[in-house]
């Protein structure tokens, strides 16, 4: 049974970065695009390959299931997302 888990720090372009790292749009070469996901590295959300691939981990997909986000379908999420949630949190 895995643990959910909740990241009250992520915000909406917290999830599209991560959801397009590991979908591919994102290369492990380029120093801008890594540095926008360091962060999703050093919590464990993301890691590479040995061929340089950007991959979602164990605890990636748990964060994303706890906020209702299904990783290889993560389009409904995305048109639904709460975007006054972040609202309240950046004016908090």
């Known amino acids: 049974m895995t643990k ?3 990241d009250e720090e992520l915000l909406y372009e ?3 970065r991560i959801l397009a790292a590991k979908s591919g ?3 492990h070469k380029d120093k801008v695009q890594m540095g926008k996901c360091m962060s999703y590295f050093e919590k ?4 590479l390959n040995r061929s340089g691939d950007i991959w979602l981990t164990r605890k990636g ?3 994303l299931l706890a906020v209702g986000c ?3 379908r993560p ?3 995305l048109e639904n997302y ?3 949630l972040d609202r309240m949190k950046s004016n908090a």
Request: charged share 30%; hydrophobic share 30%; proline share 8%.
């Open 25 to 27: 749009e994102y290369d």
């Open 70 to 72: 299904e990783p290889l």
């Open 75 to 77: 389009q409904k999420f």
């Open 14 to 16: 917290d999830y599209v």
């Open 4 to 6: 959910t888990h909740i």
């Open 61 to 63: 997909v748990d964060v």
């Open 82 to 84: 709460p975007h006054m």
């Open 44 to 47: 464990g959300y993301l890691d």
